[in-house]
């Protein structure tokens, strides 16, 4: 389709794995976010890729959690060590614009994260 | 730092009924605002966005949303619920959103 795609929807790891997490924005889409989901809560924001460039990674919990787009399309979230507080939904976003906020966010679907 | 307050975790209405989902903003700015709805298991969809110019901004599903600059609310109406309409409901502000936590709509029959 024509949408954001995140991979793989479900991840279970046991606790110190290291896990990556992959989206697929829209085609043509400048922006692209990482957000974090706990149960029950709202998305929280981790990272902002423009292109490739990583503008913004003040959202990032630790420095087990590192993210990239080399080339400006696919992006990676990957997370190092995993702990149990690591277990959330997160999610990807793409924008066409470049960041400022006129356009909105379009969400893939998720990708589930289970540490045991 | 901006932050989004939504008033309830939970509202339930009867179909048919009035909709009203509250939404509170902190900054002196008027930032950028949406509101997003997320079904089970899914990403959040766009319903609706204020940037600038009308207050009243009307979305998707029947939805709409009025910025109220002195209230500094962006609060969520729709005139008459549907069962569909049941589904978790966050409402967002700024380029890099900063969510509320979320409201959950419940539709009775």
């Known amino acids: 389709g024509a949408g954001v795609s995140q991979s793989p929807r479900y991840k279970v790891a046991k606790r110190g794995q290291d896990v990556a997490l992959r989206c697929d924005p829209i085609?043509?889409?400048?922006?692209l976010f990482w957000y974090q989901q706990a149960l029950g809560q709202g998305p929280e924001f981790l990272t902002y890729?423009?292109?490739?460039?990583?503008?913004?990674k003040s959202g990032l919990p630790s420095d087990r959690f590192f993210a990239e787009r080399p080339e400006g399309s696919v992006s990676t979230l990957k997370i190092q060590r995993t702990q149990q507080e690591d277990s959330a939904v997160y999610l990807c976003a793409s924008s066409f614009a470049q960041g400022n906020g006129n356009q909105p966010q379009h969400f893939g679907d998720g990708t589930r994260l289970s540490i045991l | 730092a901006q932050s989004v307050t939504q008033l309830g975790s939970h509202v339930s209405v009867s179909e048919g009924a009035l909709v009203l989902l509250r939404c509170n903003y902190s900054s002196s700015v008027p930032p950028y605002l949406f509101w997003y709805v997320q079904y089970p298991n899914q990403g959040l969809q766009l319903l609706l966005k204020?940037?600038?110019?009308?207050?009243l901004v009307k979305g998707i599903n029947g939805f709409e949303a009025e910025f109220k600059k002195s209230e500094t609310s962006f609060h969520l109406t729709k005139p008459s619920a549907h069962m569909s309409d049941a589904a978790e409901y966050f409402c967002?502000?700024?380029?890099?959103?900063?969510f509320g936590k979320g409201t959950m709509l419940l539709v009775s029959p």
């Open positions: 890729f423009q292109n490739e460039a990583q503008l913004d």
């Open positions: 967002a502000a700024d380029s890099t959103l900063t």
């Open positions: 085609s043509g889409h400048v922006s």
């Open positions: 204020y940037t600038t110019g009308a207050t």
